[in-house]
């Protein structure tokens, strides 16, 4: 047994790693509309990659274009090395997994899944084998003679995932696979896909437009909006450090400041306000004196209290709304000038009588490390 910490999983940091799939220059048009524009990005093996992006960005077109259902107007995808474009649908090491799951009803979940398998080169000897293999990584083999009606949401949706591995594809890609659940066995199930992402070792690649399902299951999120890419990195980063308000404010809850930047001694100063000292904050940006810039503030990151604090950035304003989740409690805050500011506060004691309700004037404070500064 060998101590030490285990490995971080990063190949996207390391120079020499070769990427499973390489999308160089990628352009897709219908007609006059540009779905997919001049998209670069590299996906390595054994990742699970999260496109994410609202409704029309262009994320289910780039899988498309994977799965061979659409052909690039320009640019190439490599998978493994070698230029798809000529290569038809079923004949890509690549298998995909449809929102509808696309189950045969007339046959049982063993069929199901046995179906691929009967029509490709595979003995039939070991088709038994496989299809078994792929029910209890699923869990399913108690329910292996049951037909899809007779099963859950969920289940189905294992059965649909032990059909599209039974092949043991190098690429399997993911349509909104979940969206069907409700919220509970969503968020039980993505737990479940990433359990067996690890255990196969197949790359994935998951279509989404749910935040927190890509900030869940993903190794990495490419965010799009009108056929680019925004940003891709890893979840803590995006969420962390956006590159733009448009990716701070798709990513999680957050508040966006806009103001002019001046250069401070601990970074810069933000005026955003008439009358309202500037609210400081760290940044390795170079804006120059007078530019204007965002701030953005996740709620977490800002302490509420009823008297002044002594801290770096501190406000004050009347609570708007109050939204209580149980764990905690989301303040909305007006500011002087109209701004609104959201502030989150764990409730850690169990009482009756709250601390702040509506109308109250409170103070909120962060420091300068807290805040992300954007030029964009």
């Known amino acids: 047994m060998t101590g030490g910490a285990p490995q971080v999983f990063a190949p996207w940091d390391d120079p020499k790693a070769k990427p ?21 990005l590299n996906i390595y093996p054994r990742e699970f990659f999260a496109l994410l992006g609202p409704s029309g960005c262009g994320k289910t077109t780039l899988m498309r274009m994977l799965a061979g259902f659409e052909t690039p107007t320009e640019g190439h995808i490599l998978l493994d090395g070698k230029d798809l474009a000529a290569v038809p649908p079923n004949r890509r090491a690549v298998n995909m997994m449809f929102q509808s799951y696309a189950l045969f009803p007339h046959l049982t979940v063993y069929d199901n899944i046995a179906f691929g ?16 293999e792929m029910l209890k990584l699923v869990q399913l083999g108690p329910f292996a003679k049951r037909k899809p009606h007779q099963i859950s949401g969920g289940q189905r949706q294992r059965v649909a995932l032990a059909r599209a591995l039974a092949k043991a594809p190098k690429l399997l890609l993911l349509d909104e696979p979940l969206a069907a659940l409700d919220k509970k066995l969503r ?3 993505q737990f479940e896909l990433m359990d067996i992402q690890e255990k196969t070792g197949t790359t994935f690649v998951i279509v989404t437009h749910d935040q927190e399902e890509a900030m869940t299951v993903a190794s990495r999120i490419a965010v799009m909006k009108d ?7 890893t979840p803590p980063q995006i969420y962390e450090n956006p590159n733009s308000a448009y990716v701070a404010d798709f990513i999680g809850d957050v508040t966006i400041i806009n103001g002019t930047a001046e250069p401070h001694p601990d970074g810069y100063a933000v005026h955003w306000a008439e009358g309202q000292a500037p609210l ?16 953005a503030i996740r709620p977490e990151k800002v302490d509420v209290s009823k008297t002044r604090p002594e801290d770096d950035n501190v406000v ?16 909305h805050v007006r500011l002087p000038g109209g ?15 709250k601390e702040i309700t509506w109308g109250d004037e409170i103070w909120l404070s962060w420091s300068d490390e807290c805040a992300v500064l954007l030029d964009r």
């Open 316 to 331: 004050k304003g009347e609570v708007i709304d109050i939204a209580y989740l149980g764990n905690l409690s989301t303040f």
């Open 20 to 40: 499973l799939i390489e999308f160089r220059g990628v352009t897709k048009r219908f007609g006059d509309f540009t779905a997919v524009d001049a998209i670069d």
């Open 187 to 189: 968020h039980d199930t």
């Open 339 to 353: 701004q609104m500011l959201k502030a989150q506060k764990f409730n850690t004691e169990h009482s009756a009588r």
């Open 280 to 295: 400081v904050v760290r940044s390795p940006l170079t804006l120059s004196s007078g530019q204007a810039c965002h701030l």
């Open 227 to 233: 056929g680019r890419l925004l940003q891709v990195s």
């Open 117 to 132: 398998l009967k029509r490709s080169d595979m003995p039939k000897s070991e088709i038994d084998g496989r299809v078994t």
